[in-house]
């Protein structure tokens, strides 16, 4: 009765070795090889999902941080160009004299984003950001304190340097705090400060002005710093600086000549006239400038801005996108103000009020349009929201001196849902092409191409209606030619003259509409342009094990 069960224990013993089958190499090995294979896995399991933090949604409240500050300084741009005539009377100054508040600011910014970059790297970007944040703060302070016009100009250069960090420097932060799979999400709240704002300018700064006082488009912004550097410390992630090498002194000062002598010459062609010495010498030396920057980069080797990223064509094709649609919305921005005011007689808050909805437009289709990235890529709802844009452009060169605000601001946000659906997309996807260690080069790449487009769009823009608007006044002089078809305005010649220029000021209105219009068409077949170029956008999700694996071969 005992053998069975000794069979039975022995049989136990067979089957039991399966689990300690490592003691065969002998005694010792028996000891260190259980281990063997339960530890590799269980050590593995944990770090994996340790790795990206930010994907169990701690990185929200970071990004409303972030947003709101550079949502402060984008906004600064548009909200300073309603006080400019006001200045203008308080300073005692002329036209071209108080242009160069704005200019001056834009000048700045083409000088400062290039470096941007370098300084996130070397200092870290959450660093970086918190001392830019603080010196645009300083910086509108001192503005809102100007005595004179060269107090306003000096200051405001002194507050376009943070202002042109902010966003670069937010950028790069957004992509190291969010998960790969929600960065189409986490763009679309960026984009509220990179497109609404703008948008937004009109309304504040026209209120400001006619009901409260202009310096408060700058002391406005002293708080807001404040508390965001605070809300920064204490919810933003340190990143520490990596030591990127010496500083490119050469590729500085090329792209610094370059970015700077362009935008003068884009500035103040229309005022100097563009084929005067001053312009084209301006112009030679930036092109030169530019393109001796490109020989340097390539031979340094801790370039200032890698231009190794537009060797990665989806980035490339996205820098093209950004300067159609910048063009599109700068322009929206400059000239229908313009149409509100001049023509129509309406005052600066009043316009700014029909500007409104189609900010609001685009602050609710944004992060809408985020998701759709996430899910299909940004092909697709760039195609569709170039197309809307370029059908909405088209529709408004049909504007006249009647047109209803009703009509206006309905095209307005048919425009801007386009607008909306298709930027953030297209932006995305093109960061996206690029390594990660490359991020804040394509950042800084993308504010330097949306400033300058805007400005070169606007300045050509600019010069094609002066150039339509002589020509129709031409065509149109007969209206004026005899003194029959003037209607009186009384009796005498007094009366006579009254009618004349009665005349004569709604002639013109007509005529700057008229050409208005025409710059609306043009700039409809830069947006449809674009949607060809669209088309050849990625089209599906980010696979995030694909990603870097991806990018490390293009490299």
Known sequence: MATPAV????????????????????????????????????????????APPAAQGGWGLSL?????????????????????PTMQNDFGVTTDEI???????????????????WCADRFGPTRVYNISLLGFAAGSALCGLAWNLNSMIVFRVFQAIPGGVLPVVTLTILYRIVPKEKIGAAMGMYGLGIIVAPAVGPTLGGYLVEYVDWRLIFFINVPVGILGTIAAIIVLKKFPGVDNGRFDVVGFLCIATGLFTLLLALTEGQDWGWTSYKVLILITVGVLSLALFVVVELEVEKPLLDVRVFRYWPFTNSLLLISV???????????????LQQAQGLGAFEAGL???????????????????????????????????NAWGTYQMHVLTLDATHEHLVGLLCVRAFGMGLGMMPIMTGGIASVPSALVSRASAFNNVVQRTSA?????????MLDRSQAQLSGDRGGMMTSAASIPSMGPGPTGEMMGMYGVYHQTQQQVFV??????FIVTAIITAVGVALA????????RKPQGEAAHVEVG
């Open 535 to 542: 088309c050849l956008l990625r089209s599906g999700p980010v």
């Open 455 to 463: 400005a070169l769009g606007l300045s050509v823009l600019t010069a």
């Open 99 to 117: 242009q160069w508040v704005a200019t001056a600011y834009s000048l700045a910014l083409g000088v400062v984003v290039p470096v941007s970059a």
């Open 64 to 84: 409303v941080v972030l947003v709101t500050g550079m949502f402060m300084s984008v906004l600064d741009i548009s909200i300073v160009n309603v006080a400019i």
């Open 7 to 50: 069979e039975r224990g022995v049989q136990d013993l067979r089957t039991a070795p399966p689990r300690q089958a490592p003691p065969s190499p002998g005694p010792r090995g028996s000891v260190a090889a259980p281990p063997r294979p339960a530890a590799p896995p269980a050590p593995a399991a944990p770090q994996a999902p340790a």
């Open 325 to 339: 649609l910048s063009v599109g919305l700068f322009s929206v921005l400059f000239y229908v103000p313009l149409f």
């Open 514 to 519: 008229a050409a208005m219009d025409s710059l």
């Open 354 to 388: 029909l500007l409104l909805p189609q900010a609001l437009v685009m602050a609710v289709c944004m992060p809408i349009a985020g998701r759709i990235y996430d899910r299909f890529g940004p092909r697709w709802p760039a195609v569709v929201g170039l197309s809307i």
